[in-house]
């Protein structure tokens, strides 16, 4: 007979922070810069812990440029090609310990890597990313990278249960990407009945990283600073953020103008919109696994940083933590019902 798991499984939305007692006298005293040594790579990480993630209309080099600049981290996409990497690493020298090199599991995936990490030797992570990360053909290719490169800090998910984080740890990664089904933009629960309510995956998965001192990335599901702190406090060691970084000016994507308002596409990286542009279309075999959005253009991501880092910075006041290393042990979950609609309709 099929296995029920009745345990209850939280999502961002179920839960809030419950504020404690604080020596703090002001939020700007809080201290959001982390740092952290891998276990693989033995390589040592300084900045605020929050990723652009790998997605084409996200992680550009633009988008890090603007990043760095705040000591944030981009997991660049892995549809720039070699000349475009070096004119990159040639502008921006200083952006290159902030950003990923991203891979998927095919043969010229890999290659593609080697010459960008040959090229531009400064870049120190690899993301590697799949839909799903619980397939034998991953944990082989993670093997493979890992021995190709033995010093570079490797990214690698996606998986949702402590048991798989713990199997990529003993691969080879450094720091294991948690999200399944939970992105702005992605269909995976609808299309195949598959995920995980991102908080607990996220509190368990961070369980099981920590105690083979590996880290782990919160990915997808953020809607608002609320929510990158609520990750934190579950136990992510970083926040990969989507939907709230699209539609600025340093996203790709075309932007639009209709009725005097302008737009940017937003698009998850298994959508029908990419798949075309990338792999020329939607295999036979499969259904697209994200869709298409237009996003308000939202002006330089400069703004929506500050926003998120402000709020992060009193979520810590409010529950007394000194630095957001201290977030997750100050941490208590309340448990709450559905808000109601706000008396000033969506704009809250
Ligand atoms: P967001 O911050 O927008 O909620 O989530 C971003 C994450 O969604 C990405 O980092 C990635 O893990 C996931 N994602 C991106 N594109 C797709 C897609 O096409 N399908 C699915 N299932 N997930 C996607």
Same mark, same amino acid.
């Given at each position: 007979m099929p296995h029920v798991d009745t345990d209850v499984k939280l999502d961002f939305r179920d839960v809030l922070l419950r504020p404690k007692r604080s020596t703090?006298? #002001?939020? #700007?005293?809080?201290?959001l810069l982390r740092s952290f040594t891998f276990r693989n790579s033995r390589q040592t990480y300084r900045g605020i812990p929050i990723l652009a993630a790998n997605m084409d209309t996200v992680g550009t080099f633009e988008m890090a440029r603007a990043l760095c600049k705040f000591s944030l981290f981009t997991a660049i996409h892995?549809?720039?090609g070699l000349e475009e990497w070096k004119a990159f690493a040639a502008q921006n020298p200083d952006c290159l310990q902030h950003v990923a090199a991203s891979s998927g599991t095919g043969p010229s995936d890999f290659e593609q890597l080697e010459q960008i990490l040959e090229a531009v030797p400064q870049v120190r992570y690899i993301c590697l990313d799949v839909a799903n990360g619980y397939s034998e053909h991953f944990v082989q290719f993670l093997r493979d990278v890992r021995k190709r490169f033995p010093d570079h800090t490797i990214m690698a998910g996606n998986v949702v249960t402590g048991e798989m984080v713990e199997e990529l740890l003993l691969s080879g990664a450094d720091i294991i990407k948690v999200g399944i089904g939970p992105g702005s933009v992605c269909t995976t629960r609808k299309k195949t009945g598959v995920g995980y309510p991102q908080l607990s995956a996220v509190l368990e998965c961070a369980d099981a990283a920590h105690g083979l001192n590996g880290h782990i990335i919160s990915d997808g599901?953020? #809607?608002c600073p609320g929510d990158v702190a609520k990750a934190f406090g579950a136990g992510a060691d970083f926040v990969m953020l989507g939907g709230m970084l699209a539609?600025?000016?340093?996203?790709g994507g075309e932007l639009a103008e209709r009725e005097g308002k302008r737009y940017k596409l937003f698009y998850g990286m298994s959508s029908e919109v990419a798949m075309r542009k990338y792999a020329g279309g939607v295999a036979e075999y499969r259904a697209s696994e994200g869709r298409a959005v237009e996003v308000p253009f939202r002006g330089p991501v400069e703004v929506t940083v500050r926003d998120i880092l402000g709020g992060l910075r009193s979520t810590c006041a409010y529950v007394g933590a000194p630095r957001l290393k201290e977030l997750s042990r100050r941490t208590t979950f309340i448990r709450v019902t559905p808000l109601g609609p706000p008396l000033f309709g969506p704009g809250d």
């Open positions: 703090l006298r #002001s939020r #700007s005293e809080v201290e892995k549809h720039y599901g953020c #809607s539609g600025h000016a340093e996203a």
